[in-house]
Structures are given as structure tokens and as C-alpha cells.
């Protein structure tokens, strides 16, 4: 839709990019895509550990992403200080510690974590 052209996942640069051989890498992606795929059709639970970003959560058709405090504060560029600031967001749900245990963050405290 749009035009827009869809283009195939360059194997080779992901490698170069992780330090891994083309095979492992494009054997990494295709695992990681198909369990997610298994996941999703069963239902499952899954998270999404984005690293210095925060935590995409996946439960049926529930999608949710929390953000790391830091990852916010990089993005807008000024330390959040303001307590009131701060509880805004955690009530709003978009703020997660990085100490916090992933399976804590969904309905049923069972998710399956990527990457692993």
C-alpha cells in the first residue's frame, strides 16, 4: 500500500554490524522471527528487551512499550528531576526500571523474553 516497495533484510550488513558470520546471523533472525511467530499464533506472551531503550510487551492484542528513564532523558535532552514528571509517566505506564524482572511487567507474569 502507499507505493512503498518492501526490501529484503541484508544478511551481510546485520553481520558486519554484530561481529557474527552471515550464516549465523540470518540463522539468528529467522529463529528469533519464527518463534516469535509461533508465539503470537498461540498466544503466548512475549517481551521485547530493546537494550538502552526499554521493553516492547506483546500479550494477545495488547501491545505495550516502556521506556527506560535514561533512554527518555537522552531523548529529550534534560535530566527528569520533577517527581510530578516522573509519576505522570509511571502512571501512564511508559517507564520501566531496568531492575525490574520482565515477567512482572505482564497480566500473567509469564513471557517469553527476547533476546536471549
Same mark, same amino acid.
Given at each position: 500500500?502507499?507505493?512503498?516497495k518492501l =526490501?529484503p ?8 554490524? #554484530? ?7 540470518e !540463522? !539468528?533472525? /529467522?529463529?528469533? %522471527?519464527? /518463534?516469535?511467530?509461533? !508465539? /503470537?499464533?498461540?498466544g503466548?506472551?512475549? #517481551?521485547?528487551?530493546?537494550?538502552d531503550?526499554?521493553?516492547?510487551l506483546? =500479550? ?8 527506560? /528513564? ?5 531523548? %529529550? ?7 510530578? %514528571? ?12 531496568? #531492575? ?7 497480566? %500473567?507474569?509469564?513471557v ?5
Open positions: 500500500p502507499g507505493g512503498k =526490501e533484510l541484508k544478511y551481510a550488513e546485520v553481520a558486519v554490524e #554484530a561481529s557474527v558470520s552471515r550464516r549465523k546471523a !540463522c !539468528c533472525i /529467522l529463529g528469533t %522471527t519464527s /518463534l516469535l511467530y509461533h !508465539c /503470537l499464533e498461540k503466548v506472551s512475549v #517481551a521485547f528487551v530493546l537494550r531503550v526499554g521493553v516492547l506483546i =500479550e494477545g492484542s495488547r501491545v505495550q512499550m516502556r521506556f527506560y /528513564l535514561d533512554f527518555l532523558e537522552k531523548v %529529550t535532552g534534560e535530566r527528569i528531576w520533577d517527581r510530578a %514528571t516522573l509519576k505522570a509517566l509511571q502512571q501512564l505506564d511508559m517507564v520501566v526500571s531496568q #531492575a525490574v524482572p520482565i515477567a512482572s511487567l505482564s497480566f %500473567t507474569g509469564r517469553i523474553i527476547f533476546p536471549k
